[in-house]
């Protein structure tokens, strides 16, 4: 069985293989994307546009192409500016902030976990509902006996009503229990069933929602663009250009000066 | 980059396609657009921010006009008109004279204030230098190498491009000398192969007298230095613009670049061309800064005013390889638009 997933809430092992960026602690889907990241908002000369590798990179260009000196690495946390750490994607951060960013994160998800059980009322991934009802297993004689109990209440007709009144309030997943013959296949173990979703367990997917939106158009974006870049660079090898004018030694001018409609009659 | 960048109408337009666009070098919503269909307009936009009509007067030609330029100040202003005369018009009394005749259409003047020279150039090779300070002498004849199609003038210098990729620097003070001398050979500073394959379009000056840019028919533009050291040399380069891909997948379609202007206050340019679009170039930096919304037509002429506050462009059909009548009646336009105060701004320079 491949790895189940489910609800939006990706899992720890997800989140930690998340790689995130040293300088502002944000993650990315993958490396490619933290490094097009760094390069842009890190790594990125404020002078002329370019992107570096990395902020040695970039404090080299500003010094050898602009004769400037780089003080800090731009949009960084305020203890992340420094230049002594080399950073390339993953690459180049020091053990102990690795092991706090970890260990924080670890924190947070099992926080949110807590909080969406609290706010939801559904079990934990993996647990089994404890507040549900258990399924008593009967013997056929014990069936037996229960469906002659109640076909017996049956037939005295009115008191039917009130037993399956109970049973949909007591069990509502369970309305068409009563029918012995007709018994509904059970559900999936662990999927809560029957139960609706209390709105206060709307926001947290719900942001997670749009971040994952914010994600993928940045994957889109970033994949469009280098789609882009190796277009126009095959264009310049490979296409010829038919060009509007082409003549070497005339210019349009003359050739419309040469026209009837423009022709100055030199009698003057 | 906000590509949505909107060009407003000047009403009522010029009556036939134009050749050239120049602001005035003291009012900066005063201009000038010479046309085929012999007139030279007065345009001034500030006119229609009092819901006035921006044609001041227009001015009446022989021939059909292919260059305007102002002079020393915003009531004169020298055309070259396709009787090959080159005129000095008085803008206020609206009186045109001839100041010199050459052997062939003259298709491009242009005026140093600071030199007091005026220069046009003919079809026929020749240039005539005008001393303005001295009405009464003749101009002095100058030969060219080549058929010149553009000029330009810089501070110190004037660049002419002509065919046979030639480009001929010349520095206004050896010009100056020889008006003074009376006559003579002028030698240019530097003689030059242009950059460009194609036949140059057109040329413009850095305002800051570095360098300047010259633009082909194959829509390219390249980027030239004055100074001539191996350093300075090196840094020139050339870049192609004004490409679109043709509609059955197969190559681009090459637009010529018709016009090319330096924004004085910023020293970036602007190039215009025949697939009917505007960009504006970082000339140190080598980089767009912004590309214009599309236009409905060809573009033919630009230019920034003194304070760099207007950019105005004029509009018209594009003349094609082939084409065998051509007219740009009912289809001509000039368009400006107020610059933001980074619009035009180099990146490099924040």
Known sequence: ?268 | MAPALQFEDLVPPPGDAVTALKFAPTSSSKLLVSSWDTNVYLYDIAQTEINQSPLITKFKHQAPVLDVCFGDDDSVAYTASADRCVNRIDLETGQISVLSKHGAIACAVVYSAAHGILVSAAWDSTLHIHNIRDPSSSPVRVALPGKPHALAISPSKMVVAMTGRIINIYDLNAMRDLLSAGGGDLKPWQQRESSLRYLTRAVACMPNDAGYATSSIEGRVAVEWFEDTAESQARKYAFKCHRQPAPDGDGDIVYPVNALVFNPVHGTFASGGGDSSIALWDAEAKRRLRQYLKLPNNVAAMDFSNDGKYFAIATCPGFETGQEDYSGAGLTNVQFRILGDNEAKGKSSK
């Not at chain 1, 490396?31 to 404090?59: E, M, P, Y």
């Not at chain 1, 049973?167 to 029918?179: E, I, L």
């Open chain 1, 1 to 268: 069985m491949g790895k189940k997933k489910r609800g939006g809430h990706p899992d720890i092992e997800e989140i930690l293989g998340r790689p995130w960026c040293y300088y502002c602690e944000r993650d990315f889907e993958d490396l490619k994307l933290l490094i097009s990241h760094q390069k842009a908002k890190h790594f990125k000369c404020d002078r002329c546009g370019r992107r570096l590798n990395t902020a040695g990179g970039l404090s080299v260009h500003l010094n050898q192409v602009h004769k400037e000196t780089l003080e800090q690495v731009e949009n960084a946390l305020p203890n992340r500016q420094g230049l002594d750490v080399e950073i390339f994607g993953m690459e180049g951060v020091p053990a102990d902030v690795l092991e706090s960013h970890r260990s924080r994160l670890i924190q947070n998800f099992y926080q949110a976990q807590e909080d969406r059980r609290l706010a939801t009322g559904n079990p934990l991934p993996g647990q089994t509902q404890s507040t549900r009802k258990k399924i008593t297993i009967e013997t056929a004689e014990e069936l037996k006996a229960r469906l002659a109990e109640w076909r017996e209440k049956r037939k005295n007709g009115g008191a039917m009503e009130d037993v399956t009144a109970t049973t949909t309030a007591s069990h509502p997943g369970f309305s068409q229990q009563p029918f012995g013959d007709n018994i509904p296949s059970r559900p999936p173990p662990g999927v809560p069933f029957g139960l609706p979703q209390r709105p206060g367990d709307g926001v947290a997917p719900q942001a997670d929602d749009i971040d994952n939106l914010i994600r993928m158009a940045e994957a889109r974006a970033a994949a469009d663009a280098g789609d882009a870049a190796a277009k126009a660079s095959k264009k310049d090898k490979e296409k010829k250009g038919r060009m509007i004018y082409d003549d070497a030694d005339t210019s349009p001018e003359e050739r419309i000066a040469a026209l009837p409609r423009y022709a100055y009659a030199a009698a003057a």
